[in-house]
């Protein structure tokens, strides 16, 4: 019998029917599979050869079930489509599973307060412009609420109880194990008395009055004698839990906190998988199980170097820049560099001429290292100060009149915005550049709470609070729009709902790292200020098929090592 006709029988006792060409193409690679194992004896050639076809047919089998394909015929396409994934060695699934996201191109997560869904409205399906009109500034914080006051309904404190028995016979709606709350609307406070819990945003209707406002009405606050029962800063534009008593139109607060927050996990349960699918990559419970397994395999391999506030201006920058480089040019896999700004000292340091001048400095470091240039990949986060139109959140990247020199010579250069999303597998990390600690510490209204208890210093107090505040709002920016001006119709590439897997800031106060509800926290420190820079391993440790990250943190000493770079745990 003949190999053709062979292989024909083989795919039609899996019930499978081969097209002409498809079955030419397989003849190919099997003949392919053959010429590689050479070496090996003919039974070991028949042996290789057999299994090749029989995991190209299961291959092909588990396609055509997961992707719902009609029939059985085999086209050329998908036999394509099985190989070319068959063939994948390590470092091509390690690169396939990096994925970035432009804050431009990111889809936005709507939830429907009427219907009670969810929906994923993909980029290009509705009209977006950085100019937006008034109701799209309602319609900010309008999702801003809304998806907020979802996750707070569905908090076990805050869900009505059945009528059950007590032991004494009577009937009761409160559990003998705990109290529920009912959050009032705004509008329901009129002619009520009493203490009341409710959710609302904090808004300045006038010159130094606030209100707390909801999807009703709004009302005026008086927080002078308010408690905060929770880390993190109040400022206007913020999120908060209130419990108060509404006293002649005012409303008296007694206690206020931030909302309660779930893991990334229990959203993705309620908001579900596809809605949550912003790379377009896992549209299937199939499609992540897959993807985790290849996490397991090869995750731990991954790697990722950041570094904030890179001044190029400085010669100590470059030349440590370079040492680093050094260090790290004998990996294998290489690490994925992201570089921060501000990427000079001063805005537009010297002029655009000596802009185009540092990075061209910067790619001449590069190249010294060939192995890096070609297959290293570094992703650039533009600052503040940096070029480009700046003032207002996302900002794009820097403008490649700066950028076109390094460009053309490293293969792997990308100019991502800010912020900017990263997919590792399964797992997301937000980059994002900004000076969250001081900005916040300036617009608060209130005093953030101190522990007495807690041994670490005040910055990283205060680092804490930030961390907290963006995590517990849902977002990088939960101030005031004069503070922190954002685009309208772009507000959604700020969110953090649900969380990420990692929330890398680059802000300008020491190192940091925090893990709050499974989401890692990090600032990587600036590394113009004492060379300081961290390492992240989203995939360090894996434990009964469970991975776990590894964060640690960097220094370049000044006495040059032998690999350049010195490393340790903060």
């Known amino acids: ?166 032991r004494s016979g009577h009937s009761s709606s409160q559990s003998n194990d705990g109290v529920t709350h009912t959050l009032t609307p705004v509008e329901s406070l009129l002619g009520r008395s009493g203490v009341r819990y409710l959710l609302g945003m904090i808004v300045q209707v006038e010159e130094g009055k606030y ?16 408690s905060l029962l929770t880390d993190g800063f109040v400022s206007e534009n913020s999120i908060v839990l209130v419990e108060g008593e509404a ?79 050094e260090g790290y040019n004998d990996f294998s896999p290489l690490p994925i560099f992201v570089l921060m700004g501000n990427f000079t000292s001063k805005p537009l340091s010297g002029g655009t001429k000596a802009m185009m001048s540092y990075f061209e400095d910067l790619t001449n470091v590069i190249l010294k290292f060939p192995n890096v240039a070609n297959e290293g990949r570094f992703v650039f986060i533009p600052g503040p100060n940096d070029p480009g139109i700046t003032g207002v959140l996302p900002r794009g990247p820097i403008p490649n009149y700066f950028t076109s020199f390094l460009r053309s010579k490293v293969k792997h250069a990308i100019f991502a915005s800010n912020p900017c999303r990263m997919r590792f597998f399964t797992k997301e990390i937000v980059f994002f550049r900004d000076d969250l600690v001081g900005k916040m510490r300036r617009h608060c209204l209130l005093e953030p709470r101190e522990d007495e208890d807690d041994e670490k210093s005040g910055q990283r107090q205060l680092s804490r609070h930030a961390i907290k505040t963006v995590l517990d709002q849902g977002h990088l920016s939960p101030l005031p729009l004069s503070a922190s001006p954002i685009y309208w119709q772009l507000d959604h590439a700020l969110r953090l709902y649900p969380f990420p897997d990692a929330l890398i800031v680059g802000d300008r106060v020491d190192q940091y790292y925090e893990n709050y509800e499974e989401c890692d926290a990090i600032n990587p420190g600036p590394f113009s200020n004492g060379f300081n820079f961290v390492v992240y391993r989203p995939i360090g440790e894996i434990k009964n098929s469970q991975t776990k990250s590894d964060v640690e943190f960097a220094k370049l000493s000044e006495p040059k090592t032998a690999s350049g770079v010195n490393d340790g745990f903060e």
Request: proline share 2%; aromatic share 6%; no cysteine.
């Open 211 to 226: 209100y707390l406002e909801d999807h009703t009405a709004q009302v005026p606050l008086n927080f002078s004698q308010a």
């Open 247 to 325: 006293i002649d139109g005012v409303l008296h607060v007694h206690n206020m906190g931030s909302p309660i927050v779930e893991n990334r996990s229990d959203a993705i349960k309620a908001i579900g998988l596809q809605n949550t699918d912003i790379f377009n990559s896992i549209g299937s419970l199939s499609e992540l199980e897959k993807l985790r397994d290849q996490e397991i395999e090869h995750g731990q391999e991954g790697m990722f170097v950041v570094l904030s506030d890179v001044h190029l201006d400085n010669p100590s920058v470059i030349e440590k820049l370079e040492r680093m480089l």
């Open 1 to 166: 019998m003949s190999e053709r006709k062979r292989i024909a029988r083989t795919f039609k006792m899996r019930g499978l029917s081969v097209q002409s060409s498809a079955l030419d193409a397989l003849l190919n690679v099997l003949q392919r599979e053959r010429e590689a194992t050479s070496s090996s004896r003919n039974q070991q050639h028949s042996s290789s050869t057999n299994d090749t076809l029989f995991a190209i047919i299961d291959e092909v089998k588990d396609r055509m079930i997961q992707d719902g394909r009609g029939g059985n015929i085999v086209t050329t396409s998908l036999l394509e489509e099985v190989v070319a994934e068959l063939s994948r060695d390590a470092k091509d699934v390690t690169e396939e599973a990096v994925q970035m996201l432009d804050a431009f191109k990111m889809p936005k997560l709507e939830f429907d307060t009427m219907r009670k869904n969810f929906s994923l409205d993909e980029f290009g399906k509705g009209k977006r412009s950085l100019y937006g009109e008034a109701v799209d500034k309602v319609d900010m914080f309008s999702q801003r609420y809304a998806l907020i006051q979802q996750r707070i309904l569905r908090q076990d404190i805050f869900q009505p109880k059945l009528v059950t028995a007590t």
